[in-house]
């Protein structure tokens, strides 16, 4: 990942939240060229409110504001983005944003600043998670350890 981008991308923290900041960044592309639109205007109502002051900060240590360098900036984002690693995660629950913030930290921890989550909801797990990153998955799954156990308890007790 390119360090002038991470103050950016370590604020996004899922696959959906990506796909806001591509269409953020069309908007803006399609913003600059046009006579009389304002672009911090359009970052301000079109990023996620986490994203907007790194921008910003960011844009502001540019060369230069020209239309062409701001373009060449966006353009790399939105290629970096596209290169951040994914963990798939189904959980059993609508997840709160405490919940996916909880994930994110712990994610960050043991995997990097440059991996973002792939959130969907599976209400047929009970009690647990799949999980999937780079070509490895695994389920946890309450009602699995559970039937684990019993099996155990059989086998000692025959």
């Not at 672009?39 to 409110?49: F, G, L």
């Not at 230069?64 to 963990?87: A, D, W």
Request: avoid cysteine; proline fraction near 3%.
């Amino acid at each position: 990942m390119a360090k002038n981008y991470e103050s950016i991308y370590t604020n996004i923290r899922t696959t959906s939240e990506r796909g806001v900041v591509y269409a953020a960044i069309e908007s803006v592309l399609e913003a600059l060229f046009k006579k009389g639109e304002n672009v911090t205007k359009h970052i301000e109502t079109e990023m996620p409110s986490t994203v907007v002051e790194p921008l910003k900060k960011d844009l502001d240590r540019l060369p230069n504001t020209s239309p062409k360098t701001i373009q060449t900036y966006m353009e790399g984002l939105h290629k970096e983005l596209e290169k951040l690693r994914v963990i798939s995660l189904e959980i059993a629950f609508d997840p709160t944003e405490e919940t996916i913030a909880v994930l994110t930290v712990w994610i960050r921890e043991f995997l990097g600043n440059d991996v973002i989550m792939e959130l969907s909801v599976d209400r047929s797990l009970f009690g647990g998670a799949r999980v999937s990153y780079e070509g490895r998955y695994k389920e946890i799954n309450l009602a699995t350890l559970i039937e684990h156990t019993m099996q155990k308890q059989q086998e000692t007790i025959t």
